[in-house]
């Protein structure tokens, strides 16, 4: 999935959408909005991000994984969900504003 971040937030948030479908989305989703108090520095932000995907998701933070973007505010996960269908239901509750 795709997610946008927005560093350096008054508090750590996930969900609502970022863009258009196909516009920023991976696979023509639109991406999921991230926001975190860490901001852009070291790395902090994304780390907090994949902890407060996993959350979101209810998975353990080694269950999310980084593909692309490091250093970019779009960033490409994978979440290793043991329900794909739950999964794919969870993601489309968070992009619901």
Same mark, same amino acid.
């Given at each position: ?7 350096? &937030? ?45 959350? &979101? ?41």
């Amino acid at each position: 999935m795709t997610v946008r971040v927005k560093p350096g &937030a008054s508090r750590t948030a996930v969900g609502g959408s970022y863009g258009p479908a196909g516009e920023h989305g991976y696979a023509g989703e639109p991406a999921l909005v991230v926001a975190v108090t860490e901001r852009a520095v070291d790395g902090a932000a994304t780390a907090a991000v994949l902890r407060a995907v996993a959350t &979101a998701f209810g998975v353990r933070p080694r269950q999310v994984t980084l593909l692309s973007g490091a250093t970019s505010r779009t960033k490409v996960l994978e979440v290793a969900v043991v329900d794909e269908t739950a999964g794919r239901e969870r993601l489309a509750a968070l992009l619901t504003p």
